[in-house]
Every structure is written in structure tokens, then in C-alpha cells.
T-cell receptor
Framework: ETGVTQTPRHLVMGMTNKKSLKCEQH?????MYWYKQSAKKPLELMFV???????ENNSVPSRFSPECPNSSHLFLHLHTLQPEDSALYLC??????????????FGPGTRLTVL | RKEVEQDPGPFNVPEGATVAFNCTYS??????FFWYRQDCRKEPKLLMS???SGNEDGRFTAQLNRASQYISLLIRDSKLSDSATYLC??????????FGDGTTLTVKP
């Protein structure tokens, strides 16, 4: 499936590095999401963008900086991360209808390791 | 109390068995409910939405009980390929979805 793509699929970085995760959706959706999934923990919503506007920031540390230039692309800029930030970062998109959540379609994720 | 809580599992069942998972939610104003499936080291994928009247898709049946604030997923005639983690998703605020911890199912020959 190529509805939601994420690059890179794997990333190893040092704590002083700066890197970016990219997500692209080809479904014509209006909402995009970043989630973090750590080992043996549930999915944690990080950010929500609706029509390119950020509508949710779930108390995410400032070392994670999202960017949504248009409805099809979403970035997560990373800088000075900590080892505990190592996780699977999942991007998702949904059509967005007012008042309730829609089915979300997930990308394959980026497995991030911070050394 | 967590906003969304699932049966902790794991569930280990033989092929052909019927298995049911429950998921409770704390916000009585929640409107949308879903079951997702996540295979090992893969992304979650929608299994089915949960409607007020309940819904069925082949061997899978989802139910919503608003009075007791829980949803359930019933899998009949389990297959080996049903082995996965099942995630309950509830909207606790408009546009914000909360995932449960997941319930792991292993179907054995």
C-alpha cells in the first residue's frame, strides 16, 4: 500500500544531531497526525494538523518540531533528542469531518534510535 | 483512571476458538469508536468501526454499550492469521483519538 509513506524507515542519530522525518499522504485527506509508539507502551498522539493548521500539541517537548507545508506533507524535525526518544514514529492521515474522528490511515513508521 | 482501557491479555487460543475483547472508556461524550489491528513491527490498520447498533464483518462482531461505556470485539472461528495486537480507539475530544494499550492475541494450531 502506498497511501501514506514515511521516510526514512530507520534512523539512528546521536543526541546532538538534527534530523527530519517525512510523511506524505496520497489519499486526498485533510488531517495528518504524528504518533509515538515506544516498546510496550500504547500509541501516544503527538501532533494533529487539520487543513495545514496545528490543532493539537499533546505536551510534546520542544525538541520535536512539526511542520505541515500543505495537506499532503508532514515533517517532524528532531534536534538534541534523548535516548528515551527512541521509538517508532508513525504518521497517519484522515479525511476529517467536523465533530468526530475519522478512520486514520497509518504509514509504515520510522524506527528511530537515539544513541 | 486511563481514558481508554483494554483487557490486558495476552490471549492464547486454539484455532477455531471464539474470543472476545473488551475496551472501556471514561468520557461519556465520546462519539467515535474503532478497532484497529497491529501486526508485529507494522503500522496499525483499521479493522472495523463500531456503530451504536453493532456491526459485523465476517467472523468479527463489534458492539457498543454506551450505558456501561465499553466496546467489545468478538472473533469467531479464530485463524492463525488473526494473531496480532488489537487496539481500541476512542475519540475523547473532537478530533483527538486515544488508543488503548492493545490486547495481544495468539492463535495456536
Amino acid at each position: 500500500e502506498t497511501g501514506v509513506t514515511q521516510t526514512p524507515r530507520h534512523l539512528v542519530m546521536g543526541m546532538t544531531n538534527k534530523k527530519s522525518l517525512k510523511c506524505e499522504q496520497h489519499l486526498g485527506h485533510n488531517a495528518m497526525y504524528w504518533y509515538k509508539q515506544s516498546a510496550k507502551k500504547p500509541l501516544e498522539l503527538m501532533f494533529v494538523y487539520n487543513f495545514k493548521e496545528q490543532t493539537e500539541n499533546n505536551s510534546v517537548p520542544s525538541r520535536f518540531s512539526p511542520e505541515c507545508p500543505n495537506s499532503s506533507h508532514l515533517f517532524l524535525h528532531l534536534h538534541t533528542l534523548q535516548p528515551e526518544d527512541s521509538a517508532l514514529y508513525l504518521c497517519a492521515s484522515s479525511p476529517w469531518t467536523s465533530g468526530s474522528i475519522d478512520t486514520q490511515y497509518f504509514g509504515p513508521g520510522t524506527r528511530l534510535t537515539v544513541l | 483512571r486511563k481514558e481508554v482501557e483494554q483487557d490486558p491479555g495476552p490471549f492464547n487460543v486454539p484455532e477455531g476458538a471464539t474470543v472476545a475483547f473488551n475496551c472501556t472508556y471514561s468520557n461519556s461524550a465520546s462519539q467515535s469508536f474503532f478497532w484497529y489491528r497491529q501486526d508485529c513491527r507494522k503500522e496499525p490498520k483499521l479493522l472495523m468501526s463500531v456503530y451504536s447498533s453493532g456491526n459485523e464483518d465476517g467472523r468479527f462482531t463489534a458492539q457498543l454499550n454506551r450505558a456501561s461505556q465499553y466496546i467489545s470485539l468478538l472473533i469467531r472461528d479464530s485463524k492463525l492469521s488473526d494473531s496480532a495486537t488489537y487496539l481500541c480507539v476512542v475519540d475523547t475530544n473532537a478530533g483527538k483519538s486515544t488508543f488503548g494499550d492493545g490486547t495481544t492475541l495468539t492463535v495456536k494450531p
